[in-house]
Structure formats: C-alpha cells, structure tokens
C-alpha cells in the first residue's frame, strides 16, 4: 500500500481579504498552490492531509475540502 | 483496471471479495439470477461524525479485516491491492464498503435492524453503476435492435419494423417538441452558453460556421474523442435544421458556443478541473453555464460558492442531479455540483413525462428530457441516441438561453426563477421532478 501523501485540496475563501493575499498565506501554511480562481473565490492544490487545520485558520478561508472526482465513464461503456 | 476474464464457476466465490474486478462481479449476479442489478457486496454509511468510530467497530467489535483509503496514495483506492480485506473505509464520506460473505457471516444486511447507539447509519446493498448518458434501459434496447437486426438479416419480415425504438415526430427530436422549442420565436442570439464537458467535434457538419470559443482544462485538445460534450453541445446549441432526413435536435441555434473541456477523453476529471471551467466561463460573462456531470459527493462549499458568484455576475449554473438511482427502489441523492443550493439541478424524465428510472432525487429544481436523447457525436458517426439526466440538462440550458435572450433582465437569479415559473407541471413530487418540465419561452 502506498504511504500517505499530498492529496488534492479545494479551498473556498470568502472575498473579504484579496485572494492572491490569501493564496499567498496558504502556501506559507503547506499549500502547494495549483490555480487561484478569482471569479469562483477558489484556491486548488495540494497539501498533506494533516495541514488542513492550518490551512482553516488562514484568514479569509471559508472551507478546505478534498477535491472529489467526477467520472461519467468511458465513452460506449454500457456499464462502468 | 481489471482484466476480462473467461466466465467460470468460480465467479460466485470470487465475488465474496473486494479485490473482485467489475467483469467477476457481473459475472456472479448473472449466475445467481434475480435481481442483476447488485453487485452482492454492501455499502455500511455511518452516522455523520462517526467515520472513525464506524471503523474501530468494523474491526474490533465486528472483526472484519480492514483497508483504511487514507492509506492509498491521494486516498485513491485500489481494489486489486485490498488484498484479502473484507472492509475498505472511507473516512473522508463516512461509508465502508464490505463483502457480501464477511457481512452475512455477521448478520449486517439491508435488512438488519441497527441498534441506535451503533455508529451506523444504514446498511445499503451495492449496485453496479452504469455510465453516466447510458441507462440501463438503453443497454437491453441496443441489445434488443441487434437481436432484431441478425434477425431480419435471416429474412423475417417485419422484423426491421420492430425495430423502431423512438421515431422523431414532425423533424423534431421528442424532447425539444415536449419542451415547446419548436414553436419559439428565439434563437440564443447574443447568448453565451458554456458548456463544461469532454470538449466538442468542432469540425462536425452541422456547425459549421457557428461562433466557437474554447479551452481545454484538463491538459488535451478540446477536440472531443468521447462523444459526450459533443452530445450535450449539440441539445443546447445545435443547428435548427440539419440536412438531411435529420430532425432537429438543437435548440439555441444562435447561441455563442464556449466549449470547456473539464473532462478528458476517458469521462474523468477533478472538481479543481470543474472550478477552472466554472471561473473561465463567469470570466467570460457565459449567461448559462451548463454542467452534464456529478461526482457523488455531499453539497461543496467551493461549488456553492462559485453558483453565488456566478449568479452576481449574470451567470447561471445549470447541472445535472445524475443518474444513481434505481427506481422505484432506490432513490439516490443529486451529486455535486447540482446539490449546491446555487446550482439548478435537473432530473431527467422520458417521452411519456415519467420520471426516467435512473434520475436522482432530493435537491431537484427542474426536469428536462433525458431517455433516448436523439443530438450529435463526433464524426464520422454524427448522431447519436443516449440517455441520462446528463441529456436533461443541456435541454434546460438550451430553454434557459432562449429566456435570456427573450429580456435582457432575466439573468442569474431572474434568469432561474423564470425557468421555474414557466416550468409545466408534472404530477410527481418536487423531489423528483422539481417545478416540473422546462419549457421555452
């Protein structure tokens, strides 16, 4: 089994601070910084999972979550 | 992925295992009959909070021999490497997958009535899951026509005219007749619809000549090689009349096309991938924002928050619930994006307007037709015939961009509620069908 490495994150910030001042400070708390997504308030990357709590204290962050994969199959497959 | 293997005997044992590929699996519920549509082995969700609870319990209390997901690589778990396990937990969605023998053995079935002090929630069987944009239905249809086809190569007669599964009525699809498009007097013109997908067929016949702008976020060409984008692009913004003996299928036929590739050839991406195409098309002041996919996965923060600043900017997110249930036994929850209270969600429902058997409930705010969806495919085929709440929703956008242009103050918020409002009513309840079919204007 592989060991625990850095998983993809989303994290929502909340517009009160500017986001690139934010993204900055979550890279400061073990963000690998991956997109800053200014219209959508998102900053994407990867971190180790036991840095989320540093990364929630960052202030202007509303919520880190893990980033879910979408599938809709491959193309034809009648079952996947 | 796992390999095909020659049917044998030992398919049933095999099953009892989790390392068990999808082919064994299949395999096993053809050979024990009945109900085909579950795979044999049980999903265990836990109380909200008790993950790791649930989990101490599995392994200590139950016994079961566990694989924990934090202990693969971006919790990315691999069945083969479960090894002999009879348990993988998911902490990060509370629910635990384990095998039909090992849950047996310990009288933890759908059946079995959970003590309410257990860290359980409920104890669910496992179904097999069928691609998004192919229902079950379709799978025995296809089978079905080339049934009948062999058949009428030997010679039968008639045999051909049993054949016809959904004819077009009057050079329209069934879907933009049961929404109205035909007689509407708009055409999308000046509306930017995006739709974030596996990309487009951009040299398909039939747009030639249309207002393209794309881009790709997942690292290859948005030139579509999975059919699906080129699917949904052509319901919401294809041609108003295709040569041929083609029926039209598209509904904003003036629309300016933004084509995001968020998806790859294979049907996968990440929602990190969905938010670039999210911002991308808010950045561009996209009035409809059309997603045909889900991951299953509880309401996001971040895909909440994208659907409010799309609506500030004039935006509006349309999405599809997706295609997990079983009706009338299992009723699935909409996935994400669609369960942000920000993002329009959209069942699917078939030419008699019932809700289609695979459509998500729960957070539903609209319907749209989505079972045997007659739009485009990349060449050199053109056309293709598929179903799915992921064919629902570009009906929604395609209407949605009609409205929009219709009056320049139906944007966003008003852009929704109108959709709503004019939406027919359907005798089912909102949780299935929303305000009920969308119409255009």
Not at chain 2, 400 to 411: F, G
Request: with cysteine.
């Amino acid at each position: 089994m592989a060991k625990k490495t850095k998983q993809p994150m989303v994290i929502t910030v909340s517009g009160d601070r500017p986001i690139h001042e934010v993204a900055h400070d979550l890279r400061a708390a073990g963000l690998d910084v991956d997109q800053v997504l200014e219209f959508t308030g998102t900053v994407t990357g990867s971190a180790h999972p036991q840095n989320a709590e540093r990364l929630r204290s960052v202030p202007g962050v509303v919520d880190v979550s893990p980033d879910h994969p979408i599938d809709i199959g491959p193309p034809g497959a009648p079952i996947s | 992925m796992a390999k095909k293997k020659t049917p044998t005997k030992k398919a049933s044992v095999a099953a009892q295992r989790l390392s068990t590929s999808t082919d064994d699996l299949l395999l096993a519920a053809l050979e024990r009959g009945g109900d085909t549509s579950k795979t044999g082995r049980y999903l265990i969700t836990f109380k909200e909070g008790a993950a790791e609870a649930g989990l101490q319990s599995l392994q200590s209390q139950k016994g079961f021999r566990v694989a924990d997901a934090r202990d693969f690589e971006n919790q990315a778990v691999s069945f083969e490497q479960t090894g002999d396990a009879e348990a993988v937990v998911f902490p990060e969605i509370g629910v635990a997958l384990v095998s039909g023998e090992a849950a047996t053995a310990r009288g933890m079935t759908a059946e079995a009535t959970i003590a309410e002090d257990s860290p359980v929630h409920s104890i669910d069987p496992e179904y097999f899951v069928f691609a998004a944009g192919i229902s079950p239905n379709d799978y025995l249809k296809g089978f079905l026509r080339a049934a009948q086809t062999i058949y009428a190569d030997l010679g039968e007669p008639g045999a051909a005219e049993q054949a016809e599964v959904t004819p077009a009525v009057a050079g329209v699809t069934w879907g933009l007749s049961a929404c109205k498009v035909p007689p509407s007097s708009f055409n999308g013109s000046g509306i930017k619809v995006a739709v974030l997908d596996t990309g487009f067929d951009l040299g398909h016949p039939e747009f030639v000549g249309r207002s393209f702008v794309t881009n790709s976020f997942v690292g290859q060409p948005v030139q579509d090689l999975h059919g699906h984008g080129t699917h949904t692009t052509g319901t919401a913004c294809g041609p108003q009349a295709p040569a041929g003996p083609i029926p039209r299928y598209g509904i904003g036929f003036r629309t300016q096309i933004f084509v995001g590739k968020v998806l790859t050839n294979a049907g996968g991406g990440t929602q990190a991938q969905s938010l670039a195409g999210i911002n991308w098309a808010i950045a561009n002041r996209c009035q409809v924002i059309s997603m045909s996919l889900r991951a299953i996965a509880p309401p996001q923060p971040s895909y909440t928050a994208a659907g409010t600043a799309a609506l500030a900017a004039g935006c509006l997110i349309i999405a599809a619930a997706g295609n997990d249930s079983h009706r009338p036994g299992l009723i699935a929850p909409a996935g994400a994006p669609a369960n942000s209270p920000t993002i329009m969600s959209v069942a699917a429902i078939d030419s008699a307007l019932n809700v289609a058997i695979f459509s998500n409930g729960g957070k539903v705010d609209i319907a749209g037709p989505g079972v045997n969806v007659f739009s485009s495919w990349p060449r050199p085929t053109l056309h293709n015939t598929i179903s799915g709440t992921s064919m629902a929703t570009p009906h929604v956008s395609g209407c949605a961009s009609l409205w929009a242009q219709s009056n320049p103050a139906l944007r966003g918020t008003a852009l929704r509620a109108k959709l709503i409002a004019t939406a027919k009513h359907l005798p089912f309840p909102a949780s299935d069908v929303g305000a009920g079919l969308v119409q255009a204007p």
